[in-house]
């Protein structure tokens, strides 16, 4: 394994999913490429940043899969706003638009990081009616196409401005999922249908920059 480790203490372990080298200990998967295996990749390493492209969609999936722990990304728009996420609990490929893995994702696209959506999964979180939008009182609240998958965060006012680094926190423990973004609690959610899975980044339009993806063992 390439990837750093440090010890925090007992019962705690740090891993920095991205050593700023390479994408040792990930793998892309990227829809496009199965019909054109020339495609040159979305996702690279930058300047010592690991940079996602964009276009063409898809993910970068860790090849490991974790539970109990702290996940620590900091992420830029560098040229323009747009969309990205955090996937964890990651699982069955492409479940979603033959896209998107089965997991819970959390937002990052700008204005709105934070958010969860549920993609094959599910999580809950307290005013479910005010924070999960229905399209008619018949829609089930579950990771289905036809479900209200999409969980708005507490705050839209917690990022930094274009182009500025941000710093998002994941806690994942148990059922539970709390994210910060810049120190403040964005969304909390509990009863999660998986516990575990892997970790992955997204290509959804446009660059972003990560200079760190830092992973932090809570234990059980």
């Not at 892309?28 to 020339?38: N, R």
């Amino acid at each position: 394994m390439a990837w750093w480790v440090s010890s925090l203490g007992a019962g705690a372990e740090t891993v920095a999913l991205f050593n700023g080298r390479d994408l040792s200990g990930w793998t892309a998967d990227v829809p496009k490429a199965d019909a054109d295996p020339s495609l040159p990749p979305v996702f690279i390493v930058r300047d010592g940043k690991l940079v996602s492209l964009g276009k063409p969609g898809g993910h970068l999936v860790t090849n490991d899969s974790f539970s109990n722990y702290r996940l620590v990304v900091e992420y830029r728009f560098a040229k323009e706003a747009g969309n990205c996420g955090v996937l964890v609990h990651a699982s069955t490929p492409r479940r979603l638009y033959r896209m998107f893995p089965q997991s819970i994702e959390v937002q990052m696209m700008h204005g709105n990081a934070g958010d969860f959506w549920c993609i094959g999964e599910n999580i809950e979180v307290p005013d479910m009616e005010k924070r999960r939008p229905r399209k008619d009182p018949g829609q089930a609240f579950g990771g289905e196409v036809t479900d209200a998958r999409r969980i708005l965060n507490l705050t839209d006012d917690s990022e930094k401005p274009l182009g500025e680094w941000n710093a998002m926190e994941i806690e994942c423990r148990g059922d539970e999922v709390k994210v910060f973004v810049n120190g403040t609690l964005v969304n909390h959610g509990r009863r999660s249908t998986a516990k575990s899975g892997k970790i992955a980044i997204q290509s959804e339009g446009v660059e972003v920059e990560f200079r760190k993806v830092e992973l932090t063992r809570t234990g059980s």
